[in-house]
């Protein structure tokens, strides 16, 4: 039945003598308990595995200096995850280093936790890989991967202008999760400049309006933490 957390807490307490505390009411509660634990906790591995993230951070870890424009309440708000089951959308950007991604890989690990299925993207890589799949036939395979998802980041919007086929992508992906899904987007281009990134503004207005609808907006200032982290060493 694989009941490894049984089976583990079973063996620890019979070599730790525990058994003599507990009646046998109180041993099987005990037992039941350590199953889910450890049921969960397999659940949340896998969830984190199968995010591909690029690297790991947490909430914890997140930097609230006053100079870096963050607000504390709101991003613990974010980290409860209502924004999931809210269908709502977060839109990080900043200049190069100051913790764009940092942040969006850590909402994300949060929703992990919390039970939703995650999966991160280098957005250049995956408009990439879906030009691979477009030519390959299995696009649309691709796409319905995407959409099952609960959460979806998009890291590094904006780096380079997107062609009519990237724009057409992204169209697609954003009226799929449309009120079925939240997108976490970094980007170090404001908000405001991405109609020029998208081009072909019928398009352009399109994605936005679905984007930023329902969409909480952080933007983040101060020095580069990359170059902080490495002054500190030096």
């Given at each position: 039945m ?54 790991k951070?947490?909430i ?7 100079s ?17 089951s ?41 408009f990439?890989k ?9 696009y ?6 995407i959409?099952?998802?609960?959460v979806?980041?998009?890291?590094d ?9 990237n ?19 970094t ?24 984007l ?16 902080k ?6």
């Open positions: 694989k009941l490894y957390g049984m089976q583990n807490a079973f063996r620890t307490a019979i070599e730790t003598g525990k058994t003599d505390h507990f009646t046998i009411d109180q041993f099987v509660a005990m037992l039941v308990d350590s199953e889910w634990d450890e049921r969960h906790n397999r659940r949340i591995d896998r969830s984190i595995k199968n995010a591909k993230f690029h690297y951070s947490n914890e870890e997140i930097n609230f200096d006053d870096r424009n963050l607000d504390r309440n709101l991003v613990l708000r974010l980290a409860a995850c209502e924004f999931v809210k269908n709502e959308n977060i839109l990080i950007t900043g200049s190069t280093g100051v913790g764009k991604s940092f942040l969006g890989t850590a909402l994300g690990y949060q929703a992990c936790i919390e039970g939703f299925k995650v999966f991160y993207f280098n957005t250049s890589k995956l990439a879906l030009k691979i799949a477009k030519a390959d036939g299995s649309l395979r691709e796409l319905a991967k959409q099952r998802q609960d979806i980041i998009l890291d919007f904006g780096l380079q202008a997107l062609d009519s086929t724009r057409i992508t992204l169209l697609e992906i954003i009226e799929d999760r449309h009120n079925n899904g939240s997108l976490i987007i980007s170090q281009i404001p908000v405001q400049g991405w109609y020029d990134i998208i081009g072909e503004k019928t398009i352009a207005d399109a994605i936005l309006d679905r930023i609808h329902k969409a909480h907006r952080l933007e983040l200032k101060g020095e580069s933490m990359r170059k982290r490495t002054l500190n060493k030096a």
